[in-house]
Structures are given as C-alpha cells and as structure tokens.
C-alpha cells in the first residue's frame, strides 16, 4: 500500500479502479490548529490517457498498480511518435506527446536507463532515469557584480528544456538535469 505523502512524480496507484501514474503532487499544510495534510496531485489514467486533479488528505492509502517494467532505451521522434527499443526482446515500439508529456524536453536521441511500463502486454507509458546529461544550446549572459545571492541564468537545451544554470556555465557546455523535478544539478565534463 502507498501512502499519501509517498505520492511523489511517476509513482504508480489504482485509483477508481484504474491505474494511474501520478504526474504532479504538492502538499500542503492548513494553518488552522489540526487541520489535515493535504496532497494536490495530477494523475493520468494508464489505459486511457484520461487526466485528473484529485486532493488527498493525509493517511489515505492506495494500492499499488500491477505494472511489469522493462529496460527500453529512447531511439528517435519523427514529430508525432516518440519511438524506443525493448532492451530484452528488441522490439520496438512508439509512444505519442500526449503519452509522454512534459518528459519530452528530457528525449535525447539513444538516451539508455528509461523503464516501459507494460499492462496487459502493452506499453502506456514510459519512466525516465532519474537524471539525464543535455547539452546548453543558449544561455542568457551573466549578470556582472550580482554576488549577494546566488544568480541563476536561464539555459536552453538541446531537446529546448529550459533550465535554471549557475552564471558560469555557457552554450556547448554538457549538464546534468534531475528529470523529477527539471532542476540544474552538476556540469558534465
């Protein structure tokens, strides 16, 4: 059983009797004395792409969804499919924007580590690694003589992420993005 403050992007319950992959969550705390933790999620039905946003109070539980996992690795997009290779079997099969969504701007062509999630012999979605490496295509210029605080830039990727960079970093340079959350983690060398 899942519970609600394990609810966390890409973690998988059945909810109304389906599967559904969470895509978002929030929490929040009420000010009011004893007031409930509640968790804002985004949830995409698994078998029918249907998107929801539902709210859970702390304490509530979920069942798992029963998904097989295989290693698959992201080939190339041909502007309406997205297309990957089974890492066992080397089958391969395509997954549409809508199946994807926001991870799209993490696709590099031959990007390894991704997991296809399987219901019934069928592909619905796909799990990326927990980072990836994208090379900065553009970046703003730094701002000279900011010091207070740390400055952040923004960068654009090569699959057109948009990234917050230290001011350091510059166009061609490879960095390393956490794919949970979209954030800048290291420079690659």
């Given at each position: 059983m899942i519970d609600t403050n394990q609810l966390k992007k890409g973690v998988c319950?059945?909810?109304?009797?389906?599967?559904?992959?969470?895509?978002?969550?929030?929490?929040?705390?009420?000010?009011?004395?004893?007031?409930?933790?509640?968790?804002?999620?985004?949830?995409?039905n698994l078998l029918t792409g249907q998107v929801l946003n539902e709210s859970f109070r702390s304490g509530?539980?979920?069942?798992?969804?029963?998904?097989?996992?295989?290693?698959?690795?992201f080939m190339y997009a041909d502007g309406t499919e997205w297309h990957f290779i089974d890492n066992q079997t080397?089958?391969?099969?395509?997954?549409?924007?809508?199946?994807?969504g926001s991870d799209v701007g993490y696709m590099k062509d031959g990007l390894e580590g991704l997991q296809a999630m399987v219901i019934d012999g069928?592909?619905?979605?796909v799990k990326l690694p927990?980072?990836?490496?994208?090379?900065?295509?553009?970046?703003?210029?730094?701002?000279?003589?900011?010091?207070?605080?740390?400055?952040?830039?923004?960068?654009?990727t090569e699959t057109g992420l948009e990234v917050l960079v230290p001011p350091y970093l510059a166009?061609?340079?490879?960095?390393?993005?956490?794919?949970?959350?979209?954030?800048?983690?290291?420079?690659v060398k």
């Amino acid at each position: 059983m899942i519970d609600t403050n394990q609810l966390k992007k890409g973690v998988c319950i059945v909810f109304k009797g389906a599967p559904m992959i969470v895509q978002t969550a929030t929490s929040s705390t009420p000010t009011a004395r004893g007031g409930n933790t509640i968790t804002k999620t985004k949830l995409k039905n698994l078998l029918t792409g249907q998107v929801l946003n539902e709210s859970f109070r702390s304490g509530e539980k979920f069942e798992e969804a029963d998904l097989e996992h295989h290693d698959c690795a992201f080939m190339y997009a041909d502007g309406t499919e997205w297309h990957f290779i089974d890492n066992q079997t080397f089958e391969q099969f395509s997954l549409s924007k809508d199946d994807i969504g926001s991870d799209v701007g993490y696709m590099k062509d031959g990007l390894e580590g991704l997991q296809a999630m399987v219901i019934d012999g069928q592909v619905v979605s796909v799990k990326l690694p927990l980072s990836v490496d994208l090379e900065v295509t553009t970046c703003d210029p730094a701002i000279k003589g900011a010091t207070a605080k740390a400055q952040l830039k923004n960068a654009v990727t090569e699959t057109g992420l948009e990234v917050l960079v230290p001011p350091y970093l510059a166009a061609g340079e490879m960095i390393r993005v956490d794919t949970r959350d979209g954030h800048f983690i290291e420079r690659v060398k």
